[in-house]
Structures are given as structure tokens and as C-alpha cells.
């Protein structure tokens, strides 16, 4: 019998044991975010040894569907109201991320042997899934954009952890201004319902990450307005963080480091730049600004979203504000990134050539 016609529980049962390895582990060993690393790295250790680690395509909705809840669950009147005080610090944020990605494409154009439109897709600090969409539909290498995007997360989402926990850094989060702290199991299946109407009305109108934004704007109209239907439980947060770390291990198929070694070592590089850059701006900017230094670090890191945010959210590091960079970031990451390449290109890359 093939592999396609067994259930799918048991065609995915390897990956998920693989994945539940590997949060377990990490646990064991007191590694920063474990549920999401332990996952991530085990995963993607086995997918480019070649074993059948596949995850379901649901795997990822589920996963960020759980997080844009929980997320959402930070934005009480209180917060919103400190989050519009901080909106020249988002507006900054943004900046700097067009800047990183700037400086990353003309790396890439360079010294990777790349056109421009893949090095600046590679370069752009936004979703993966709707970077690699506009640079298919521009024209650019989508394989190698996507192979680029995928080293940033891998390395972001591990030298960040690793290097807060080694700094101690944890507990600033005033975001513990959250009021919702029970748990009602009525209230969080009409939590979940209304997070996926919402997801699929994202979905729908083709919305950046509808199944994070979605429930997310959820569950963040519900606690604006002070309607607590429900908290998240921590097990719960655990099986959205695995599959999310499933999920990114899958992007690591067997031969990745191989595939274009010129392209990866040069991003590589160009994505250490981007981070050391950000330890340089995060430390001058935490001396003309009340937030601490651990929260800027996470709000201007150039990591995905989901990624980030959980990080903020397990380590207690100012949720609502890094979660509010982030999304503020790839709308006008994703939604400019066409114009701008279209603008770069003009100068940048015929005078490269000479």
C-alpha cells in the first residue's frame, strides 16, 4: 500500500514523534522557548537527513491560529493606550526594517551572484509566504528567496533565544496588564470559533498571515473592549508552538545547505550584519526611550513574526509592543515591496554590473 493511501495520522505520526522529541528534550535541557526550538531544530535536523518528518499543511494554520489568539489576548484598554504613546517608535521600526533590508539586498546583489529582484525579495524583513508570492509574481527566483528567508528564521529564531537567556533576560512585560487569566472552556471554543471565521474572512479577502492577523484582530476587538471570553492554557500555547516548529523544520529538505552554498554563506553573513545592526540601534535607542532593552531587541529583531512574538510571550517581554512592531513592519514591508524594488533597481543594479 503506498504512503498516500495510509491514514493520515500515521503518515504524519513520525514527524509529529519527531517534533514532540524534540520540545521534550529542550525542555529536559532548560533551552530558551522549547516547545518551538526544540521542535524546529529536531525536525530540521531529520527532514535534511532525508526521514519522513512531513507536517500537515494545517500544522502551521493551527499553530499561528493559536498564537494570534493568545496574542490578542495582551490588548486590554490599558495597553492599547500605552501602545499609541510608543507610535513614533513603530513608525521608527519600520524604517529601520526597510533599512536592513536595503543594506541585505545590496549584499546579496553583489557578492551571492544573484539579480536584484532575488536579492531584494531575499532581503525583504516580511512574511516568507507573501515575499516569495510577489517575488514569483515579479519575476525573481522564488526557490532561492525562499531558501534565504527560510536561514533567517532558522538563525534568527535560534541565536536570539539563546543569547537573552544567557543575558537573563525576562520579566519586563508590563503586558502583565492582561486581565484575562482564567481559563473557561465554553468561552475558549468561542474564542477558537471566532478566530477561525476570522482567519478565513483574512484568507478571503488575501490579507497578510490571515491565520495569525485574523485571530489575532479576534481576539484583540474582544479584549479592547473588555469581553473575556477565555485564556489560553499553557498546554495549549505548547501544541501551537510545536507545530509551528514542525512546520519550519519542513522547510529543510534534504541537500538545503547544498542546493546554492554561494547564495546561503553570502545571506548568512548578510544576516548576522542585520542582527549585529540591531544590537547597535537597540542599545542607542534604549538610552532616549523608557522601554527596556530586551523589548526593542525582540520588537526590531528581523525574525518572523509568530517567531518573535513567542518569544516575547514566553520570556514575558513586553508582548503587546513587539507584537505591534511586527505586524506594523510586514504590512508595510510586504505592501511596498514591489514600488521599492522597482525604485532600487533602477539605481542600484545597473551600476553594480560595471
Not at 491514514?7 to 505520526?13: D, G, S
Not at 529564531?157 to 544567557?166: E, G, H
Not at 495549549?236 to 546554492?260: E, K, M, T
Request: glycine share 10%; with cysteine; hydrophobic share 50%.
Amino acid at each position: 500500500m503506498k504512503a498516500t493511501d495510509s491514514p493520515a495520522l500515521l503518515r504524519y505520526l513520525p514527524g509529529l514523534s519527531v517534533a514532540l522529541a524534540g520540545a521534550l528534550l529542550a525542555n529536559l535541557l532548560s533551552l530558551p522557548i522549547p516547545w518551538l526550538l526544540g521542535s524546529l531544530l529536531l525536525s530540521a535536523a531529520a527532514n535534511l537527513k532525508g526521514l519522513p518528518v512531513k507536517a500537515p499543511a494545517a500544522g502551521r494554520k493551527i499553530g499561528v491560529c493559536i498564537i494570534g489568539l493568545s496574542l490578542g489576548l495582551y490588548f486590554t484598554p490599558q495597553m492599547v493606550e500605552i501602545l499609541l504613546s510608543h507610535w513614533s517608535l513603530l513608525l521608527f521600526g519600520t524604517a529601520f526594517a526597510l533599512l536592513l533590508g536595503i543594506i541585505g539586498s545590496r549584499i546579496l546583489y553583489r557578492y551571492a551572484d544573484v539579480d536584484f529582484r532575488t536579492a531584494w525579495y531575499a532581503s525583504a524583513i516580511g512574511g516568507a509566504s507573501e515575499i516569495a508570492y510577489l517575488a514569483d509574481k515579479s519575476g525573481a527566483q522564488a526557490a532561492k528567496v525562499v531558501s534565504v528567508h527560510s536561514l533567517r528564521v532558522l538563525l534568527v529564531v535560534t541565536i536570539i533565544p539563546f543569547f537573552y537567556q544567557y543575558m537573563g533576560y525576562h520579566d519586563t512585560d508590563s503586558g502583565r496588564l492582561n486581565q484575562n487569566a482564567a481559563v473557561h472552556w465554553g468561552g475558549l471554543l468561542l474564542l477558537f470559533a471566532l478566530g477561525y471565521v476570522f482567519a478565513r474572512l483574512f484568507e478571503w479577502r488575501k490579507w497578510s498571515n490571515p491565520w495569525t492577523f485574523g485571530p489575532l484582530f479576534a481576539a484583540l476587538l474582544l479584549t479592547v473592549n473588555e469581553i473575556h471570553l477565555s485564556a489560553i492554557p499553557p498546554s495549549v500555547s505548547h501544541i501551537g508552538q510545536l507545530l509551528i516548529g514542525w512546520s519550519l523544520g519542513n522547510r529543510f529538505a534534504p541537500g538545503f545547505f547544498r542546493s546554492a552554498p554561494r547564495l546561503l554563506a553570502v545571506a548568512g553573513g548578510s544576516i548576522c550584519l542585520s542582527l549585529l545592526l540591531t544590537a547597535a540601534t537597540v542599545y542607542c535607542l534604549s538610552q532616549l526611550t523608557t522601554v527596556p532593552l530586551p523589548t526593542l531587541g525582540l520588537g526590531l529583531a528581523p525574525g518572523g513574526v509568530a517567531e518573535m512574538t513567542i518569544t516575547a510571550k514566553v520570556l514575558h517581554l513586553g508582548v503587546p509592543l513587539v507584537t505591534a512592531l511586527h505586524v506594523s513592519r510586514l504590512i508595510i514591508v510586504v505592501s511596498t515591496a514591489g514600488m521599492l524594488c522597482r525604485f532600487f533597481e533602477k539605481r542600484m543594479a545597473k551600476p553594480a554590473k560595471t
